[in-house]
């Protein structure tokens, strides 16, 4: 796959430079410009076709539609990744801090349910751990 992601990316680095060689020569366009234009349309279809012929081998590879939106926007694709993992990061503190309070409301729950109904939070409390020990 390394050998075939090089090739690619010299290919695609060809294309890029047979196309920027292609908008010089057309934006300061002379009669005699002709040939060298035919020329490097030529080199670019070709380059097109090498690329093209070389599709089989990234059947596998999956881009995320987030990472082409990056891209789209102008921004540094590499700093797609760690845009993404301080999301994660931030989104991973959210759900702790979520879990944290969840965590406090039943214990919380459970002293004022047992207070307040002691009979039935000790046949729960038996119950609950007769089906702890049930799981195992």
Not at 8 to 29: P, R
Not at 97 to 119: C, H, I, M, R
Request: hydrophobic fraction near 35%; charged fraction near 25%; aromatic fraction near 8%.
């Amino acid at each position: 796959m390394s050998d075939s992601l090089s090739k690619l990316s010299t290919e695609l680095e060809y294309l890029i430079d047979k196309t920027w060689n292609l908008y010089v020569t057309v934006t300061d366009f002379q009669a005699q410009s002709q040939p060298r234009v035919d020329q490097v349309l030529n080199e670019i279809i070709g380059l097109l076709k090498d690329v093209d012929q070389m599709k089989g081998q990234f059947q596998d590879v999956q881009i995320p539609g987030q990472l082409l939106n990056y891209v789209d926007d102008l921004k540094n694709p590499q700093m797609f990744t760690r845009d993404c993992l301080q999301r994660t990061l931030e989104r991973n503190e959210e759900i702790n801090g979520k879990n944290e309070t969840l965590a406090k409301f039943a214990d919380t729950l459970a002293v004022e349910l047992s207070s307040q109904f002691p009979t039935q939070m000790a046949q729960y409390r038996l119950w609950k751990s007769k089906s702890a020990s049930d799981d195992q």
